[in-house]
């Protein structure tokens, strides 16, 4: 037997600490659940978010109240520092309020202790962000997969096939990480996120790293699972094309709600957002 090397041994302790990470995430309950149509899924109320203090103080978010309804795709949308990732984060529990309180499913996620909110995360919440946390070790597929072998779940083979081929990755399911492009990881990281048809998914520039073509498979696939399973989907995206799948579309500036609207064509959200880019 070979000795194990320096670089081997902090290779192997990478893939177990990440592995030990997704277990935690991905390990529990996560069935997806239809929902009365015309529900508020997600509700939050006077959310505000400041960082720094005094002159250096940056108002993110300024008391926002909003509502996303069960069974519809949201598109969040704004110009640079207008606060949409940042209700984003808090809206998932992944970043908490100065001010305000949000409800996931009738819970109040801004109450829990750490322990609640990250079952709550990995029973409700799905997340789709540009960056991937995928496994060296193991094949694009097993790397798909990986949340429902990790809670002991078969996957639902019909909803797999769709998930793989919305991405476009039929023909890279046997690959490993290293021998995929970056976009093929990102998506092997988008169907990953899907495939426990999560109760509500938050998806923060789905298709920023991706070409038109895949990045139009993304969004059809979100599209469709809106349509078809009744998902919720709650999208960041300073794209106008990607908003324009959206059954709601929510401008934000400067930290506040500047105008909510049902669905918008292409150039009436690119419009908007160029006349939101205008100083006050």
């Known amino acids: 037997m070979q000795p194990t090397t320096t670089r081997e041994s902090e290779s192997l302790v990478e893939e177990r600490d990440a592995l ?11 069935r997806f659940a239809e929902r009365p149509e015309g529900r508020a899924v997600v509700t939050a109320r006077g959310l505000s978010r400041t960082y720094g203090k005094g002159d250096a103080k940056v108002h993110a978010l300024r008391d926002v109240d909003i509502d996303f309804t069960a069974g519809r795709l949201t598109a969040i949308m704004g110009p640079s520092g207008s606060g949409k990732s940042t209700l ?4 998932a529990g992944l970043d908490q309020p100065t001010g305000g309180r949000v409800a ?22 799905g997340f789709i962000f540009q960056s991937f946390n995928l496994l060296a070790t193991l094949t694009a597929d097993e790397n798909i997969v990986l949340p429902l072998s990790l809670a002991r779940r078969r996957a639902d083979e019909g909803w797999r096939r769709a998930v793989i081929e919305a991405v476009g990755l039929q023909d890279r399911l046997t690959h490993r990480p290293a021998e995929l492009s970056g976009g093929q990881q990102q998506r092997v990281a988008v169907a990953r996120a899907l495939i426990t048809r999560p109760a509500v998914l938050f998806a923060d520039e789905p298709t920023g790293n991706l070409d038109s073509r895949t990045g139009g498979e993304v969004l059809d696939l979100l599209r469709r699972s809106v349509d078809e399973f009744g998902q919720t989907v709650i999208m960041v995206t300073h794209d106008a094309g ?19 609207e049902d669905r918008m064509t292409r150039d009436a959200i690119y419009d908007t957002i160029k006349n939101l880019e205008v100083p006050r």
């Not at 996931?104 to 919440?125: A, C, F, H, M």
Request: charged share 40%; net charge positive; proline share 0%.
């Open 20 to 30: 030990a990470q997704l277990e935690r995430q991905f390990t529990g309950e996560s």
């Open 88 to 91: 984003m984060h808090i809206l």
């Open 104 to 125: 996931i499913d009738g819970v109040e996620i801004t109450r829990l202790k750490e322990k609640k909110l990250t079952q709550l995360r990995r029973d409700k919440i």
């Open 242 to 260: 990607a908003a324009s799948i959206a059954d709601r579309v929510v401008f934000l500036k400067d930290g506040r709600i500047e105008l909510d």
